[in-house]
Antibody
């Protein structure tokens, strides 16, 4: 059974940093692209970052480019999101997701999510 | 960026009714579209990928179709467990973008 378990969320002041983690199990982690998707309170879904199988390629939307860094440790089956210079608009539930990129890209498995609140 | 315009924003339907939700892409995205269902307090669940392919374990009353740049999710006979928020996702190019969501309620 595929499992994705996020951790590391919490309350952080604007301008500070936070690092999220995602522990994966139930599949060969190193064979899949992985991603982070967020959802602001009562809002829709927003893709935040994707990383290739080896970690050599990363992708971000303009809203987080230069502030967020996605990384992975295939030996530990773990995914990370380093978030710097946090803003109030980064307040959201952050989901770790497996990103299927061949043929028709989509996110097929999602974690339960972790809440990040950016506030003074 | 590719915009996905989803409609309606909300709808109310009765048990056993046919429900259709649509997503309009701002440009050609081929069949690179997925549909998700999200229930309150839960993470999104994949329903459809490749515009028409049913994800594993998803009931056959869910189906997807495409007409040009308009995509539809159909629930053939609404069941009590189907209310939630439905989202489309375009997988054609980054930034991968979601529709605004459709909130489905039982009448």
């Amino acid at each position: 059974e595929v499992q994705l378990v996020e951790s590391g969320g919490g309350l952080v002041q604007p301008g500070r940093s936070l690092k999220l983690s995602c522990a994966a199990s139930g599949f060969t982690f190193s064979n899949y692209y992985m991603a982070w998707v967020r959802q602001a309170p009562k809002k829709g879904l927003e893709w935040v970052a994707t990383i290739s199988t080896s970690g050599s390629r990363t992708y971000y939307p303009d809203s987080v480019k230069g502030r967020f860094t996605i990384s992975r440790d295939n030996a530990k089956s773990s995914l990370y999101l380093q978030m710097n210079s946090l803003k109030s608009e980064d307040t959201a539930t952050y989901y770790c997701a497996r990103h299927r990129v061949l043929q028709s890209p989509y996110f097929d498995y999602w974690g339960q999510g972790v809440m990040v609140t950016v506030s003074s | 960026d590719i915009q996905m315009t989803q409609s309606p924003a909300s709808l109310s339907a009765s048990l056993e009714e046919i429900v259709t939700i649509t997503c309009q892409a701002s440009q050609d995205i081929g069949n690179w579209l997925a549909w998700y269902q999200q229930k309150p307090g839960k993470s999104p669940q994949l329903l459809i990928y490749g515009a028409t392919s049913l994800a594993d374990g998803v009931p056959s009353r869910f189906s997807g179709s495409r007409s040009g740049t308009q995509y539809s999710l159909k629930i053939s006979r609404l069941q009590v467990e189907d209310p939630g928020i439905y989202y489309c996702l375009q997988g054609y190019s980054a930034p991968w973008t979601f529709g605004g969501g459709t909130k489905l309620e039982l009448k």
